[in-house]
């Protein structure tokens, strides 16, 4: 039996209003292939910045272990000197770097800060021969595919010793091809006595590579299952199987005629010109309905929602937007809100606000016209419409005055939900309205969302947390890879039946 | 929508009194740039033997920073937008060089193209060509994305080259008479004409020092509709069961700034009255005002500079506002340009080198952000004519040129120092 390597006891980590971890168990063997599933916020991402020190010693409770010896990372530094190297889903390369640059970047083969290139080049060569990737050190790494690129990075891995390489969906952005290269490639470091931890998505990797599964929910360890264990449906169950309480506000659905149809709604990546990042989705939303996209991080469901709101993403955009029966065109942002189509980003830091200005000036912006007359506006008219939206939503501030960047995440998120409510829209489009936010305000939104559908707004709600779209929803599309893989009646979807939909495709995609 | 009617909540007298301490402090560092003009102001007044404050040296001060202020007006909305416009000294002087041209140069009062010599023409035709200039510059910036600090650069060099060309490397002038009037004149006083009083003379007790009447009464009618204003915007906040700042503030801020405006207008009646340019400047910073601070275009502006991904996704069109921006830029450096022009009497090759930087250390003086999103016409005034005067004072105390650019680029360092750190505590 192969001994331990990393331990990892009562790991608590606490943010602000929100307990992210609670009391999590990992133990990792020499050699060992660990996988850790759940769904989004389930607490796998924090869990593993809290090993490799990205939220530093003492910023949590509990102890970690490696090789028997307790430590006390306080940066990436650390935990990389003991031969732990994270790679994340969003790859950390330069891209007009070379990959013998790229594989060296902060660790350079420099004496007296010049550095040796010839040397570089040689062991930059071994360690690409290592992870079988077979390209010119000297190429730059715009110039090579995702694929490529995840192994570069798992060679820059190699380069600083690793003896516990983390990866976080590795195989998230990679073609079929790609992610059995990788997988075989794990399985080989396995041999050489390398233990892996691969956070996935992905069931039937899986199965295929791991030697364990540690399933988290809610910040939880729930079980570690054996090689021997492991189905789909366990893991489902344990993934997803959380007693719904109430909280959500009751609601009574007046469901009426269809408002929005979108059909045939398709989109290249801006930069990627041959990635389809919709794919002829057709969709429709009636009157006073909520109507939810499940999908996993990355299905596309952003994406689709900003191409149809004025072309703000992607490329060679085609598809038909029907109103209340009337086609309409959404090709400018400015058309879209005038037809009464209204988008809340799920990003309201960078898409949102305008965090350097006050309350007053992010509630009136998206409908100008509202408070002014030949383009001057009428500034108590504003305070007045700035002091009832904020009444209305209850935005805890000192005042109508107060800087967007100074308020919590709740309270940023209803700001941005007031400027729209403002803009007075027919379809509301929220991505990921309460990500990032308390419970309290959580409900506070959600009751914002059930007001506006009993006013007979059409509402589109885009989350990761299914537990959320079940409570809030009347009806649900699941998406997966730019594409809607199923539509279910809330009454009688289930977390399992979503997680089922989207494993269903993935199976029948790779 | 029912109206409600807020209540104002009573105060006692200590909360009143807090509350006038904490809107004084609040004042304070608002009004901490006009406080440092008077500081500096009066350091020269003393260094100077006090010839600063002399009526036609203050007169001066205001004929020489006229294009200053002028272009800063539009570099304020180029810098709240999050670009930066490196051109406008270049531009200036090109249209310079072009009115002169058009005026002298090419001698066309005895061909068929008369009538572009007219004064008014060529100025029309000149501010016109300053807006495509912005225009050109501000198509690549706006709809190529390439970035403005490029462009203008460029559009810097473009420009200077161009001046060099259509003079021929010489100084063109003089400009006719009535050009020059533009900067060199001052209104009539119509009023001691009028009154068959002119020309005007205070009375003997009150020191017997001429005054230009028109000026003084309109500067009075000035000062009397801003105490107005203000009043009526208050009662109107008050009518609507909104707080105003404590009345003592209110009433120390009014009354400062009306005596100011009041001493400035006094002293230039006693001179020879208000300038043309003055009456042109006065007229743009008021525009600019209203532009920023009441009008949907300013507040799109400054929501751009903030954050352009949330403005463009509240339905702004930020390409075409860019571009807009820069064609206001243009104009604006053509008029100053003209101005500069007029003061001078010729055309000259170096016309407007390095206005650039004096429009930009304005700019940044009265407190906007390199980041963008932030500043204010009334802080890129006063940030001129902080430079303004210590161009002038220094000129006048002897300290050679070296010394002076010496001394206001530290100034300039201290004043986004200060302003930064102001930022960050507060």
Redesign the interface.
Known sequence: MSSTILEMRDITKTFPGVKALQNVNLSIDQGEIHAIVGENGAGKSTLMKVLSGVYPYGSYTGEIRYNGVECKFNGIHDSERMGIVIIHQELALVPLLSIMENIFLGNENARYGVIDWSDSERRARELLKKVGLNEDPRTLITHIGTGKQQLVEIAKALSKEVKLLILDEPTASLSEKDSAALLDLLLEFKQQGISCILISHKLNEISRVADRITILRDGQTIETLNKDQISEDRIITSMVGRPLDDRFPPREPKIGDVVLEVKNWSAYHPLHADRQVSKSIDITVRKGEVVGIAGLMGSGRTEFAMSL??R?YGRRITGDVTLNGRKIDVS???R??DHGIA?V?EDRK????????HIK?NIT??N??GV?RL???D??RE??TAN?FRKKTNIRSSSVYQKTGNLSGGNQQKVVLS?WLFANPEVLILDEPTRGIDVGAKYEIYSIIARLAAEGKAIIVISSEMAELLGITDRIYVMNEGRIVGEMQSSEASQEKIMRAIVRAEAKAS | ?TTETVQVPVRTPQQRQAATIEALLTNLRDYGLILALIAIMIFFQFATNGVLFKPVNLTNVILQNSYIIIMALGMLLVIIAGHIDLSVGSVAGFIGALAAMLMVGWNLDDTQWAFLSNPLVAAFICVVVGGFIGAAQGYWIAYHRIPSFIVTLAGMLVFRGLTLTILGGKSIGPFPPEFQGLSAGYITDYLATWLGMAPYKLPLALGGTPLHLTTFVVGLIAVVAFVLVTIRTRR??EA?G?ESEPFPIFAIKSAIIAALVLFFVYTMSSYKGLPNVLIVMSILIALFVFITK????G??V??MG??E?????????TDRLTFLIFINMGILSALAGLIFAARLGTATPKAGTGFELDVIAAVFIGGASAMG??GQVAGSVIGAFIIGVMNNGMSIMGISIDWQQVIKGLVLLAAVVFDVYNKNKG
């Open positions: 709101f004025g703000s400018t942002v400015a879209a809100i988008y980003t960078a898409y949102g606000l305008n965090l350097i200005d000036h912006l998206a100008l016209g002014s383009g001057v506006i500034d108590l305070l007045d009832e400027k | 929508m109107n906040r609507r909104y009441r009008t949907t275009i507040r799109r400054y929501a903030g954050n991904k949330a403005a463009k996704l509240s339905g702004i069109k999103g932030v």
